[in-house]
């Protein structure tokens, strides 16, 4: 895996490598408020950074300096494959990963179905904190990651499983957000799906605790909105408590796929304003606005 900085104005400033013998792949990235970076991923290396390997695929965590130095590496898995795809980083310097595992004796954690969600925290230092893990009979995948201010843990994705902390499934794979407090217990999990495939990928959670999620859908009544193509993309809003506020979907007649959302949020007399863009896997950008709690599609 690499990391490279640039500057403001796209001067290159410093590339790291880092590996073991076999494959690394990284898929979260954060910076903290002092510059340093911190990447996770998974590896199927027995030997990286001197690590010992628990399975197929580890999922790893690394901080560099602001200046690209290694500060240190961790390694954490079972007896199978474990895979993190989200990484967030809040102000005191606490490390939280999101993924899927396939373990059945991860940290010492019951596996409902073949891959649960897992959930780990580390402190600045890069020592365990806590590992959860939530799933059903069926199949359940997390990709996005955020924390806010109090430290409450939100994490997104989707589930094949039936009866995922006793919420009912439309389709065969459903949306699915849960929270967690600062300490890993478990606060709500919604379920939002229709009769077809919806896949999450992207998750953020604005000042106000309001939580929003995009993705993709294949169902053309999903929270009774019309589906253009075989797949469009879908944005929804959820409060603090996980009530569902609005749903929309975008597409035309051939598939749209949303696997990033970024909002910005700016508090005027009368609203509140959200920058959403979308990046699809042909890397086309669709950019929405949101005022008072719904959405104009500007382009």
Known sequence: MFVMKLDSLGAHQWTILRGGSSVEEARGLQVDASGNVFVAGYTASTDLDSQSNAGDFDVFVMKFDSDGAHQWTILRGGSGD???YGLQVDASGNVFVAGYTASTDLDNQSNAGDFDVFVMK???DGAHQWTILRGGPGDEFAYGLQVDASGNVFVAGFTASTDLDSQS???NTDVFVMKFDSDGAHQWTILRGGPGDEFAYGLQVDASGNVFVAGYTASTDLDNQSNAGDFDV?????DSDGAHQWTILRG???DDFANGL???CATTPSDVVLDVKFFDRVDEEAALSFTIGRPLILW
């Open 122 to 124: 580390f402190d600045s």
């Open 252 to 254: 035309d007649s051939g």
């Open 234 to 238: 879908f944005v929804m809003k959820f």
């Open 82 to 84: 474990d895979f993190a």
């Open 262 to 264: 970024q909002a910005r």
């Open 169 to 171: 499934n439309a389709g």
